[in-house]
C-alpha cells in the first residue's frame, strides 16, 4: 500500500558537440512530410481505445523525464526500470488503467538515436515498459539528449506505428485532449525547448546565473513555435490546460531555471490561464506554485538525484514546495509524477520510484468558465 509521507551525478559530455542530422536539415528547410505539416491537434486519441470508466473514476496518467536508459551500451538503468514498477503500482494502488504515459524528453541517452531500425526502440522503451498497465500511449517529446542525435527518426517510429504502437510523437510541438470520466477535459501542448533555448553550454554561478545555452539550427523555427503555442492557448476551452517541454520553467537543481522560458512562455501561460508546466531536463523532482500554476518538475527518471546548486536561484519564485534532490532523496533512486484528473479538481503527486507518494500539491481546479482570462 501506498503512503503519505509529509514530508548525481553531474554529466557533461559536450552536447553540443553533435548536431543531429535533423537539426542540421532544419537550419535550412522540412525534413520530412510530418514536419512540414501544421502541428497536430489530437482529440480523445487515448480514450478511444480504452474501455469506457465510470463517471466517478479519476483520469490518471504519468509524467516522467529524462528516463532513456545509460548510453547504447547501457540501454537500461535501474532506476528507469524501478519507475516502470512504480508506476504500475500506483496505478493498481488507485484501481485505474491510466490514459497515458508522458516522456518529457531524454528519451535516450546519451545522444539519442540514429535512424528508425534503432534497436534503442525495443531495449529502452518497449521492453523496459513491458507492464500491462503501461500498454497505453506515450506522448513524446525531445530533450537535449535527442536532439544530439536523429529526432526525425523518433517522429518516424510513431509515424509508423512501429512495435507496440504506444510511441506518439507526431511533431516537434504538438497538442492532444483528453476528456475523463467525469467529463472534464485535458489538454497537453508540447513545445520543444531546444527550439526556443538551444542547447545547454556551461552553467553559470550557482544560485545566481541559470545555465548558459548555445546556438542550434533548430531555433530558426522559434518565431513559428510560440506563434502556435500563442494561437493554441488562446483557442482552448480545456478545463485544464498544460503546457509540457523539456526544459523546466523553475529548478533548484543543477541544471536551474530556463531564461528564454521565463521571458517567452511564462507570461503565455499566465495570459491564457494554463493549469501550469511540465518538465524534466534536471535529474531530480520539485514543485514550484506561481500566479495560481503548478510548475513540476519530473526529471528523475534515470536516477536520483542532480545537486540543488540552484535552490537559492532569485529567478525561481522562492523556495520550492516539495523537492527531491541529492541532499533530500528519501532513499529514492528515481522518481515521477502522477495527475489524477476528477470530477471539481486535479490531484498531483510526487512519487518515489517504488510508487511511494511524497508529496501530493494543493487541489488544481479547473479554469474559470471564460477560458483564457490571465492568472
Known amino acids: 500500500m501506498l503512503t503519505d ?63 532513456g536508459g545509460g548510453s547504447r551500451f547501457m540501454p537500461t538503468t535501474r532506476s528507469q526500470l524501478a519507475n516502470g514498477d512504480g508506476m504500475a ?6 484501481g485505474v488503467t491510466p490514459a497515458f504515459v508522458m516522456a518529457v524528453g531524454d528519451n535516450f541517452y546519451e545522444c539519442g538515436v540514429t535512424d528508425v531500425e534503432s534497436r534503442r526502440f525495443a531495449s529502452t522503451f518497449e521492453a523496459a515498459f513491458s507492464q500491462p498497465a503501461l500498454q497505453v500511449p506515450w506522448y513524446a517529446i525531445a530533450g537535449n539528449h535527442d536532439h544530439c542525435g536523429n529526432v526525425s527518426a523518433q517522429l518516424a517510429y510513431a509515424a509508423q506505428r512501429r512495435g507496440t504502437a504506444r510511441w506518439r510523437y507526431p511533431h516537434l510541438w504538438y497538442t492532444f485532449t483528453e476528456r475523463a470520466p467525469s467529463g472534464a477535459t485535458v489538454q497537453i501542448v508540447y513545445i520543444d525547448t531546444v527550439v526556443l533555448a538551444g542547447m545547454p553550454q556551461e552553467e553559470g554561478e550557482p544560485g545566481v546565473v541559470a545555465e548558459q545555452y548555445a546556438p542550434h539550427p533548430a531555433q530558426r523555427l522559434g518565431p513559428e513555435q510560440l506563434a502556435w503555442l500563442e494561437a493554441t492557448l488562446a483557442s482552448s476551452t480545456a ?35 494554463a493549469a501550469g508546466f511540465i518538465a524534466g531536463h534536471d535529474h531530480c523532482s520539485a514543485h514550484y506554485e506561481q500566479h495560481g500554476m503548478a510548475f513540476v518538475l519530473s526529471g528523475a527518471g534515470r536516477e536520483c538525484c542532480y545537486h540543488p546548486r540552484h535552490l537559492a536561484s532569485p529567478l525561481n519564485p522562492g523556495p520550492p514546495h516539495f523537492r527531491m534532490d541529492r541532499e533530500r532523496h528519501y532513499g529514492a533512486i528515481g522518481g515521477f509524477a502522477s495527475f489524477s484528473v476528477g470530477a471539481g479538481a486535479t490531484t498531483l503527486r510526487y512519487h518515489s520510484d517504488n510508487g511511494t507518494v511524497l508529496y501530493t500539491a494543493e487541489p488544481i481546479l ?10
Open 5 to 67: 509521507i509529509s514530508l548525481l551525478r553531474h554529466e557533461r559530455r559536450g552536447a553540443a558537440a553533435a548536431l543531429s542530422a535533423l537539426s542540421l536539415l532544419l537550419a535550412t528547410g522540412c525534413v520530412l512530410l510530418l514536419l512540414c505539416r501544421p502541428p497536430p491537434s489530437v482529440h480523445n486519441r487515448a480514450t478511444s481505445g480504452r474501455a469506457a470508466a465510470k463517471k466517478d473514476s479519476p483520469l490518471l496518467f504519468f509524467a516522467m523525464g529524462d528516463w
Open 89 to 94: 503500482t500506483v496505478a493498481s494502488w488507485m
Open 239 to 273: 478545463d485544464y490546460l498544460w503546457v509540457s517541454g523539456h526544459y523546466p520553467v523553475f529548478s533548484p537543481c543543477q541544471h536551474g531555471p530556463t531564461p528564454a522560458l521565463l521571458r517567452d512562455v511564462l507570461p503565455l501561460l499566465r495570459r491564457h490561464g
Open 366 to 375: 479547473p479554469r474559470r468558465p471564460e477560458a483564457g482570462t490571465e492568472r
